[in-house]
């Protein structure tokens, strides 16, 4: 059995590799190969096409990576004649997995789409629709998403989200700060940078900017920024000489080094959720070019949520310190960020709420199994 794989971003590429492997216990004779990163490589697929730095959020921060997307899609769309698959697993990435998932139905391929896009969020009943006619199963990782494509007619499935099977520390606290030359007695914060050349060149120098105003109230405080992809090294290191911070740059260690942080600074992503399960105290911002944000909302009319940030919308309240846009001010964030570490109790407390949410460990088993009876 061979099983076409469709991730473009860094959080896909996670799940991807976990789902994979977790496909390769259940069936011993499943091959994979696609799209994907280093993660979905290492867990054994035939990683073909890398396009995970190439990937955005906005209308006019996917303009430069238009064409090079492209040729990958018409690349992707050829294994499908070609190569024949016997599955096509689409994770997240609506820009890309829509067009390309319509592409497989029209060849009357079994499809599965994992982690579909939030049109019950942020779309349109049309584009729901949309997503049911093209994907045999939907598997979603969020309960409010799942009744969303089920009233749409869609065959959708929800075992609870992923990241519980996911997060998991490899040493104790004591053992990393040790093996990293670091203090107890002082404040460790990381930095989630992000993993898309916008959010590098938009939000990492606002995030390395309040860690700066933080750090000249807490003068001994250490920074460690996690990296999922080397790929991001060099980009983030030029950064760095711009800001008198002492930083440790650490690969493939990430719940490691949340699990000894005292805080998180991030952008908006992923990150948050994995946070709060480690119930480590985080403050969440995100922007995009001031053309996108209104040609979504006054011309699309891309709906507004009451909150932007995973762990806020699974708790339906709001738990984590969001920054949006004009209000993506380092002075204000820093403020915020002392504010925590000065009582960050509350907000454990309150984190404790939206790990809740996310249901029991399990769940990736449950959604390999579901998948699998997708392919008949």
């Known amino acids: 059995m061979r099983i076409l794989v469709s991730a473009g971003e860094v959080s896909g590429d996670l799940y991807g590799s976990f789902l994979v492997k977790e496909i390769k216990k259940v069936r011993s004779d499943v091959s994979f190969f696609g ?13 073909r096409h890398d396009i995970i730095d190439r990937s955005s959020v906005g209308l006019i921060e996917t303009l430069p990576n238009i064409i090079p997307i492209y040729l990958t899609f018409r ?32 060849r009357e391929i079994k499809t599965a789409y994992f982690i579909p896009p939030q049109e019950w969020l942020w779309g349109t009943d049309d584009n729901l629709k949309k997503v049911t006619e093209i994907a045999d199963q939907i598997i979603e990782i969020f309960e409010d998403g799942h009744k969303a494509y089920k009233e749409a007619g869609g065959n959708t499935a929800y075992f609870g989200h992923p990241i519980l099977d996911i997060v998991k520390t490899s040493i104790s606290k004591e053992q990393f700060l040790k093996k990293h030359g670091l203090q107890n007695e002082f404040p460790v914060i990381s930095l989630g940078l992000g ?6 060149n938009k939000l990492l120098p606002k995030i390395l900017k309040t860690a700066e105003l933080v750090a000249k109230e807490y003068t001994q405080t250490q920074f460690l920024i996690p990296i999922a992809n080397s790929k991001f090294r060099k980009t983030i290191e030029k950064h760095l000489k711009k800001y008198p911070l002492k930083t440790k740059i650490i690969e493939d260690s990430s719940y490691n080094i ?19 399960v480690l119930n480590v105290p985080n403050i969440m911002m995100y922007e995009v070019s001031p053309l996108t944000y209104f040609i979504a909302e006054k011309i699309l009319k891309i709906k507004v949520p009451p909150f932007f940030s995973l762990p806020n919308l699974i708790a339906k309240e709001n738990i984590i310190p969001e920054f949006v846009q004009k209000n993506v001010v ?11 570490l000065k009582n960050p109790q509350d907000l454990k407390i309150r984190m404790q709420k939206v790990t809740a949410a996310l249901g029991s460990p399990g769940a990736t088993k449950k959604i390999a199994q579901a998948i699998l009876k997708t392919s008949g």
């Open 75 to 106: 690349k992707m769309v050829s294994y499908l004649d070609k190569e024949k698959p016997d599955l096509v697993i689409a994770i997240d990435s609506q820009g890309f997995n829509v067009p390309f998932l319509t592409e497989a139905k029209k």
């Open 258 to 276: 949340l699990n000894t942080s005292d805080l998180l600074i991030t952008k908006s992503g992923t990150i948050n959720i994995e946070a709060c």
């Open 195 to 200: 993993s898309r050349k916008q959010e590098f």
């Open 35 to 47: 799209m994907g990163g280093e993660k979905l490589a290492a867990a054994g697929m035939d990683v």
């Open 330 to 340: 380092p002075k204000k964030m820093a403020e915020e960020c002392i504010k925590i």
